[in-house]
């Protein structure tokens, strides 16, 4: 630029112009593709193809200003010529090497658009250059990404997506009801917001294998509903992973979610006093539950488990009505002669050995310290006393969670509760005799279990997942096994956060329902073995891989609101440092 341009005039008037934003590095350009198979990119001789792992977000910035927000769905080599393959040239001069790479040899890589956002008025016309960053506008000026119905012409530019651009597409985490959960591939310190709002409108589900996260991710989600008020939480914490501290892999305490939030936020119950004050965790209330309290709807949810025929589960409902509320008492009772059940014996109503299998497969509840003859408190009546204020609940299962009958047993029999008294309450509140109730998600672990096909049909847990958001009721599932959760309540599930899979079933039970899995599914194989998910479905307008947010660090836990209590070291290395003039004392 020459000395006296009008530019160095401005600038020696007003001062220098703040620094233009680094222009992004060009990845490449489309060079074939279709709508429905996605387009190829051949990368530019400058791409480093390494660097460019499945799952990354890159925008296509079409001819008429129209972005294409795409995922890269896979990676490949190509040459000008197939001969190379046969003589490869000898690139052990770097020259060399240099001068094939991007010309005679090139990468490419498949991306497929997700979303298109149409061009501003303003933008720069065909053929300019791309901006730095692009323009702002998006929902707040009233245009809303669109689903991609078009692909972009031949040659046109691939950029590697900016943040802003992120921020545009997920909604930036300031926003109420956002909440960052992660960040996307290669793109670390840019954080996706997850909409809670829509989270919390469909039942949603975190898939993957063991070890791979699903846990951590799930409190780091929890965190987030409670820090933004959208709903209120019900946790059935089986390994009592949520409530109070738990450690990680590598032994390292972590707080969990009442450590972080106050009384008022969040409130833990327990089936197992022992085992919580073992654990030092503190406790608002022990759930015992009566024997005069159970159905036989509450059994008949355990009928797979405790291998229950037809045949014995309708005797279930049968010695219910004969026995009375005591009926579960009074079959676990040795003592009790059942005379009553003599005569129906004898008229053949109910068969002799389905009469002593029941009694025999009952006999699982005597090891179940929660249950007693009587308990003077109603638990769900407590729990729903928390939930109405807007109290989370976390109830820890203690040693209770390693038997998958008590587990069952237990949240099915809450659960069933709570959807009948937020089935009422909302209907008073569509007759206007009473308000809505609040937003409410139930967490399950091993949620296969309660949802496999055989019972999803007619227990509490398959009823939420298919009535959607109609009760203000949903689920947040937690699952290392999709595939053997009902195909009807998985294409339920709205957003799905899904970790590591490697079975095949698993995979498809993830997809079921998506359009466009096809291409994602090379993204799923491939994420890392902990801390990478795949986002897709309700709560996200396109699908994302990202890193997921890291619980259990100060900068988290101060993120939620907590003020780490510091180290008496701490304090007076602070204290020096002000007396030496180096600090300015805030916080003496
Ligand atoms: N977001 C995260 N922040 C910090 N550490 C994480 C995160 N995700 C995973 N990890 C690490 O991975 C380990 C396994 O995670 P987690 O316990 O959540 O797995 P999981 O999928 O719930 O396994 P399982 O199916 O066996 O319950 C943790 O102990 C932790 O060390
Ligand atoms: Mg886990």
Redo the contacts with the bound molecule.
């Keep these: 630029m020459n000395e006296h341009s009008p530019e160095t005039e401005l600038e020696a008037f007003f001062g220098p112009r703040p620094a233009e934003p680094q222009p992004l590095q060009r990845l490449g350009i489309v060079v074939s593709g279709s709508l429905s198979k996605g387009l190829d990119v051949k990368l530019d001789q400058g791409t480093v193809i390494e660097g460019l792992a499945v799952g990354r977000y890159v925008v296509v910035r079409g001819q008429t200003g129209r972005r294409f927000f795409s995922m890269v769905t896979d990676v490949q080599l190509d040459a000008l010529n197939p001969l190379i393959e046969k003589a490869p040239p000898d690139t052990s001069d770097p020259f060399l090497a240099r001068v094939y790479q991007g010309t005679a040899v090139f990468g490419r890589i498949h991306i497929t658009p997700m979303l298109v956002l149409d061009p501003l008025p303003s933008s720069p016309p065909m053929g300019a250059s791309p901006p730095s960053s692009p323009p702002m506008g998006g929902k707040e000026g009233g245009r809303e990404p669109k689903p991609v119905k078009t692909i972009p012409a031949h040659f046109t530019s691939v950029y590697p997506a900016s943040e802003e651009e992120v921020a545009l597409i997920f909604g930036q985490e300031t926003e109420p009801g956002h909440f960052y959960v992660?960040d996307p591939l290669e793109m670390e310190g840019v954080h996706v917001a997850l909409d809670l709002r829509r989270f919390v409108e469909r039942s949603a589900g975190v898939f993957?294998?063991?070890?791979?996260?699903?846990?951590?991710?799930?409190?780091?989600l929890l965190a987030g509903l409670t820090r933004e008020e959208v709903a209120v939480n019900l946790v059935f914490d089986m390994?009592n992973?949520y409530g109070w501290k738990s450690?990680?892999?590598?032994g390292?305490e972590l707080k969990g979610l009442r450590q972080l939030f106050s009384t008022g936020q969040v409130s833990v119950f327990t089936l197992d006093e022992e085992s919580s004050r073992r654990r030092g965790s503190k406790v608002d209330g022990v759930v015992r539950i009566g024997h005069d309290q159970i159905e036989p709807e509450d059994v008949d949810s355990l009928s797979s488990l405790m291998a229950l025929s037809d045949v014995q589960v309708g005797a279930l409902y049968f010695l219910r009505r004969r026995l009375g509320q005591r009926w579960v008492a009074r079959l676990l009772d040795e003592d009790d002669p059942l005379e009553e059940l003599e005569s129906a014996l004898e008229r053949g109503t109910i068969h002799g050995g389905t009469l002593g299998a029941i009694q025999r497969k009952l006999g699982m509840f005597r090891r179940f310290d929660f249950l007693q003859r009587r308990v003077p408190e109603d638990p769900v009546r407590q729990i729903l006393d928390y939930l109405d204020r807007g109290v989370n609940v976390i109830l820890e299962f203690g040693r209770y969670g390693s038997s998958l009958e008590a587990y069952l047993l237990v949240a099915n029999y809450i659960t069933r509760r709570i959807h009948a008294h937020y089935v009422k309450r909302k209907e008073e509140a569509l007759g206007e005799r009473g308000k809505e109730p609040r937003p409410l998600v139930i967490t399950i672990?091993e949620a296969h279990k309660f949802l496999d096909p055989a019972v999803a049909r007619h227990t509490i847990f398959g009823t939420i997942a298919r009535e959607l958001r109609k009760y203000n009721v949903t689920l947040l599932i937690?699952d290392?096994r999709p595939s053997g959760i009902d195909s009807e309540v998985m294409s339920q599930i709205g957003t799905r956060i899904t970790?590591l899979l490697d079975d095949e079933a698993d995979i498809r039970a993830v997809f079921s329902g998506i359009s466009g899995a096809g291409a994602l599914r090379e993204v799923l194989a491939r994420l890392d073995t902990?801390?990478q998910a795949l986002i897709m479905g309700h709560a996200v307008p396109m699908p994302v891989v990202v890193h997921?947010?890291?619980?259990?660090?100060p900068k988290f836990y101060a993120a939620m609101g907590v003020r780490e209590a510091e180290s008496p070291e701490a304090v007076l290395a602070r204290g020096r440092a002000v007396l030496r003039g180096e600090g300015n004392g805030e916080g003496f």
């Design positions: 992660g993957g294998k063991t070890g791979t996260g699903k846990t951590f991710l799930t409190r780091t390994h992973e450690q990680d892999e590598a390292q672990e937690v290392q970790c902990r801390q997921t947010r890291t619980y259990g660090t």
